[in-house]
Nanobody, 122 residues
């Protein structure tokens, strides 16, 4: 089974930066970051194919967030710059193990981290 442990969340002022980490155990073919604010649906933030390093970003974060990975450490990172108030949410790391692509919908990811809160204030 895949285990995911997240860290790096916190409170920052608008315009600031945070880096989230997700340490994984077990094989992952692709991984993703999702976020959910109170009263809103969970939305995809970014996805990465762990072997190739190919990344995909939601339009709302493109140009501000950067996903990367350290395969030796089996760790995924999300560098978040120029944070906005609307970025406030619980952020989740998820993993997919089937080599048939990389899902877009959160419901298709079977493995999840515990979540880490990101709060952006003015």
């Amino acid at each position: 089974q895949v285990q995911l442990v997240e860290s790096g969340g916190g409170s920052v002022q608008a315009g600031g930066s945070l880096r989230l980490s997700c340490a994984a155990s077990g094989y992952t073919y692709c991984m993703g970051w999702f976020r959910q604010a109170p009263g809103k649906e969970r939305e995809g933030v970014a996805r990465i194919l762990t072997r190739s390093g190919n990344t995909y970003y939601a339009d709302s974060v493109k140009g501000r967030f950067t996903m990367s990975r350290d395969n030796a450490k089996n760790t995924l990172y999300l560098q978040m710059n120029s944070l906005k108030l609307e970025d406030t949410a619980m952020y989740y790391c998820a993993a997919y193990t089937t080599t048939s692509g990389c899902p877009l919908n959160s419901a298709d990811f079977p493995y999840w981290g515990q979540g880490t809160q990101v709060t952006v204030s003015s």
